[in-house]
């Protein structure tokens, strides 16, 4: 079966090439542009991971993850932290948590990044 | 023959006349020189009077010091019974006397009565009702010898052209004090009185310099004594910490306005105990920043030279300086948004490209967009980390991470700018090294990132650069290690640099490249001289920065980083994470 996987960024030229490297990828891809959008997208569409980007408009991420994480729909759902390494200090709390994992946008290229994808919902 | 006993007679004249001459010209020569054996030994005396006078006063202005000095000096070529001086103060009379001699108290009262008299006639005032504070000091006073003032000589004090007391030689024999004598002793204090004024006229001059310049400079100044009692103030270090002007300023107004903020005494204690400036940082008063400075003041010359005199706090409103670090800042968080993100789009949208087929020349641009963004995104990302490390706020999370997994990521990574540039990229792995290790990844993932980055720039087209990592433990030889692990470097029996090292974790990347010379390996890590070479040989090369964001993750991790290198051969990067 194929697997969901939710796009949180705002950038819509990054969320563009983020979607179309997962959906060639044969993932089922369903898309947000800020975290208000990505809640409620999220809870309604119950995707298998999300990839969150930190610094968007209306609802950053990081407000979002604690939102999501205290609704029961939001609890299980594996999330990916997208983040510029300038923002590791504002999720480390998160990561410690357990409440998700995380990748730095540029030290990484968009094939590691689907391959992560990949083995995160083995 | 009568001619001849003229002749002779003349001669004989002649030598006697020449010999009376020469006796007499001998004579006037022994006295002569006498009398300047004489004067040259007073010169002397007086200039070793005035060298005493210059070494054991320290430039102090305490007259009656100096004056301590002379009579103390006297003896040693006026004969005398009693010598002593007043001195005018404010509210009294100094009178100090030295008997060398015993004298009766009479003799010491007609002594102050003479004094007293010439005081009155030199400045003319009367001083009879004037506290006279008496100072006796040398041989007892023996009332059973009757022998009164014989010889008395009266010198006036001078000093800035006014009369500040007399100086007074006295003895029970008749006829001493000789003009010859006295006049030296005038020239003495003479000379003693106009040193001590143009001292004075110097030091008023520069304390009215000092005083304006304290009264002007924007640093908050305040000198204590070292009871820390308050010396200065100037009117900065009042509004610094809001004490109202007032004359009298005390530690205490300063310790009950600075509340707990600032330990202004404790501080000023702890300077002077330990002998060493101490400074504070970020000392918010009245919302404003300071950066407070307490030093010891300790005499720089005389016989006093190093004591410690007192203590000086500055405070160094830094508010200003704040302002443009929270402007920086913004800055920083400006580029992050603005540069940084449009950059990584750039970057990963000409890399999904890259992989599609398209004709040579449209790849050959895209690899162009590729390889300049890249650039400019690692430009971007070393200044943001560089900003960080200035400001001390370069943090790592440690985690169990797996190194050889982010070395082959990493390895990956660079595959398409590896392959633009010719170059071929390899990873060697000791089998030894563990599962995982504690560390940041993603500050090692950067560590890697500018270390591979620059490997590939400065390799020769068809060159290798190599990731390598080993599990180094302590004691063990490191060289002998990475032979058996296969791993190839630029380190050689006599590279020290590993000092003595615990267990690490060893990466190398070493490329085959021009190499470095030894002047330039020392500045490698310095982010000033990275600058000035990468200005001054105009290379392509990039900023040099990423090595110093380097050397800040690795320290954070408390671990080493280091090079070697073979000139136009290649070079090996290094740094050991201790585990």
């Known amino acids: ?122 | 023959m009568p001619d001849i006993f003229v002749t002779l007679a003349a001669v004989i004249a002649s030598i006697t006349i020449v010999g009376c001459f020469c006796y007499w010209k001998t004579s006037n020569l022994k006295k002569d020189v006498q009398k300047n054996e004489e004067k040259m030994k007073r010169s002397m005396y007086e200039l070793a009077i005035l060298k005493e006078l210059g070494e054991r006063t320290g430039y102090s202005l305490n007259v009656q010091n100096i004056i301590d000095i002379i009579t103390g000096s006297l003896r040693q070529f006026i004969d005398y019974s009693v010598t002593s001086y007043m001195f005018i103060e404010p509210e009294k009379i100094i009178f100090k006397i030295h008997v060398e001699k015993s004298v009766s108290r009479e003799f010491i009262n007609d002594i102050k009565n003479r004094m007293m008299n010439s005081l009155s006639a030199l400045l003319n005032k009367d001083f009879s009702v004037t506290h006279i504070e008496e100072i006796l000091s040398g041989a007892l006073l023996v009332e059973d010898i009757k022998e009164p003032v014989r010889s008395f000589f009266n010198i006036p004090l001078v000093i800035s052209g006014r009369v500040v007391g007399v100086l007074t030689i006295a003895d029970t024999k008749v006829g001493l004090y000789r003009e010859e004598e006295m006049s030296i002793l005038y020239k003495i204090t003479k000379q003693a009185s106009s040193a001590v004024s143009s001292l004075q006229e110097v030091v008023s001059t520069e304390q009215r310099k000092l005083n304006a310049m304290m009264e002007s400079i924007s640093e908050g100044v305040v000198m204590t004594d070292k009871d820390y009692k308050i010396m200065v103030a100037n009117p900065a270090a009042k509004n610094a910490v809001g004490i109202e002007s007032k004359d009298d300023i005390s530690i205490f107004d300063f310790v009950e306005k600075l509340g707990g903020k600032f330990d202004i005494k404790g501080k000023l204690e702890e300077s002077v105990k330990l002998d060493k400036s101490l400074s504070v940082d970020d000392v918010v008063i009245n919302e404003r920043f300071f950066q407070i400075v307490v030093s010891p003041v300790k005499s720089s010359f005389g016989i006093t030279k190093n004591e410690i005199l007192g203590a000086v706090v500055i405070f160094h409103d830094i508010t200003p300086m704040k302002e443009v670090e929270t402007m920086r800042q913004d800055f920083t968080s400006m580029m992050v948004h603005e540069l940084r993100s449009p950059l990584d789009n750039i970057k990963k949208i000409s890399e999904v490209l890259l992989k599609k087929k398209a004709s040579k020349s449209d790849s050959e641009y895209l690899g162009f967009v590729f390889q300049d963004s890249s650039q400019m995104l690692e430009l971007v990302n070393d200044l943001l980390d560089v900003a960080k490390l200035e400001a001390g706020k370069f943090e790592v999370y440690k985690q169990p991470s797996d190194v050889a997994q982010i070395i082959k990521e990493r390895a990956n990574f660079f595959k398409t700018s590896a392959k633009f540039a010719k170059v071929k990229i390899e990873t060697v792995f000791d089998k030894n090294i563990p599962e995982k290790t504690n560390f940041d990844p993603n500050r090692i993932v950067q560590v890697l990132n500018n270390l591979i980055s620059n490997a590939i720039k400065f390799t020769h087209k068809e060159g290798t650069v190599t990731i390598q990592a080993l599990l180094h433990k302590a004691g063990q030889d490191i060289n002998k290690e990475a032979e058996v692990a296969g791993i190839k470097w630029f380190l050689n029996k006599n590279s020290q640099s590993f000092g003595v090292l615990g267990d690490s974790l060893v990466v190398a990347v070493t490329d085959t490249g021009i190499g470095l010379s030894e002047d330039k390996i020392s500045q490698l890590f310095s982010k000033f001289k990275q600058f000035r070479a990468a200005m001054s040989e105009g290379e392509k090369k990039g900023t040099g920065l990423g090595l110093v964001v380097v050397k800040g993750i690795v320290d954070a991790h408390k671990g080493m980083v280091g090079v070697a290198s073979e000139e136009n051969t290649g070079s090996s990067f290094y740094f050991a994470l201790p585990i």
Do not use: H, W
């Open chain 1, 1 to 122: 079966m194929q697997k969901k996987v939710l796009v949180v960024e705002d950038d819509s030229k990054m969320r563009r090439v983020l979607v179309d490297e997962l959906k060639k990828n044969n993932f089922v891809v369903i898309e947000a542009e800020n975290g208000q959008e990505g809640l409620e997208t999220a809870l309604k569409d119950q995707p298998d991971l999300i990839l969150l980007d930190i610094t968007m408009p209306v609802m950053d991420g990081l407000t979002m993850l604690n939102k999501l994480r205290e609704e029961e729909g939001g609890k299980k759902v594996q999330v990916i932290v997208l983040t510029n390494s300038g923002d590791l200090g504002k999720i480390a709390e998160a990561v410690e948590r357990g409440i998700c994992s995380y990748l730095v946008k540029s030290d990484i290229t968009t094939e590691d990044l689907v391959g992560r994808v990949k083995k995160f919902l083995e």
